[in-house]
């Protein structure tokens, strides 16, 4: 055995890399020509690679993970202490942290009862989907199947999640799919069909969920699964009133509102789930990465009393959830959402989340009015996005290249942002932010600073 090529050297890591290493949503051919990024450590926003170079992260982690930033020790300690101690059980059994934490959560979402544990975001929107499935055959004889899902929003990348998913270049190439999964329109005002604005606007696309309802037969529908603000489909905030409609409709048809929190919850948009800045009640609510901010896979299946009741029937040996996520008997996960939980608390990332959030749209409008390539500024809390356009009277979308060339001009400025990547055919022009929940002033300052230089220098 050649123990050197185990070493911390950074020509041996990166040749390991090269050679051995898959990188996820990457176009893999490119590493024969340029080394791949390896980072090596994490502190609050900043991070740096292997050869020293630093970063500040404007996207936690790159995909909206690390809400309350790097670097945090105690979290650290709370999983080595877990696992030591009772590393893993399999979910039949509980577990000190599972039990904990799950009082802990159910206690920030008034109204939901039970927490199912699991290990991905895309794992817990599965269970849902198959609960919502094993409802209908138990109770509806089949019949109350269908799921519905929105236009640009993302749900994981399973078989069964892109068969909910409404981002078409993420799809592709990769059906057929699950039947029994029905898109409905997107909620985004900018682009909207109608010419309708505000209030008008919302309901007239609330509407257009019910007319999906109304055409697949409302005695079909289990489940409307929905993004409280999507996420890489633009960062779309729903116009007023939707939510508020969106439900009445659920309610008048039994349907299930299944809300996917899995970029949104623990502080994101300034509460702690995104749902709660519309003032609805979920019967079903998924949650991943910001749970434990990365410091442990963890993901969580949230539901009233009244859907885990549904499955207590001791009179049927197959009435019961027969599911199992094995990872979601390890302890690290809980232990490290508690730490994470409490820091947010501690800290009070929630109001930094709102102000901050604050902050960083106002920076953005301020860009808005110097580059006439910005459309429209869009967010809440510490998720935002800015749409880019060639010309803001026609609404024509930037080019994705020069999507692409704007984030690598960032990135050579030591500021890491985020885009919309191969996900909505011909719309995959929206720069986004989603920087940890302890973000400054100044952070924010320095990151919308190498925005405004990147679009002089990319559109000029």
Known sequence: ???NSYSNDPGHVIEADRAHVWHHLSQNKVYEKIDPRIIVEGKGLKVWDITGKEYLDAVSGGVWTTNVGYGRERIGKAVGDAITKMCFFSGGAGTIPGAN???MLIEKMPGLDRVYYANSGSEANEKAFKMVRQISHKHYGGKKYKILYRDRDYHGTTLGALSAGGQDERNAQYGPFAPGFVRVPHCLEYRSENGLTGE????AAAQAIEDVILRE???TVGALCLEPITAGGGIIVPPKGYWDRVQ?????YNILLHIDEVVCGIGRTGTWFGYQQFGVQPDIVTMAKGVASGYAAISCCVTTNAVFDQFKDDTDKMSYFRDISTFGGCTGGPAAAIENMKIVEEED????SAAMGDHLKGNLHGLMEQHKWIGDVRGMGLFAGIELVTDRSTKEPVGEPQIAAIVADCIAQGVMIGAANRSVPGYN????????LVATKDDLNNITEAVGQAIKRVLG
């Open 1 to 3: 055995m050649d123990t």
């Open 101 to 103: 934490f799950a009082k």
């Open 200 to 203: 008008a606007y919302g309901a």
């Open 217 to 219: 037969g409302a005695d």
């Open 248 to 252: 009445e409709i659920c309610k008048k």
């Open 349 to 352: 990332l929630l109001g930094n």
């Open 429 to 436: 022009n929206s720069l986004l932010f989603a920087p940890a």
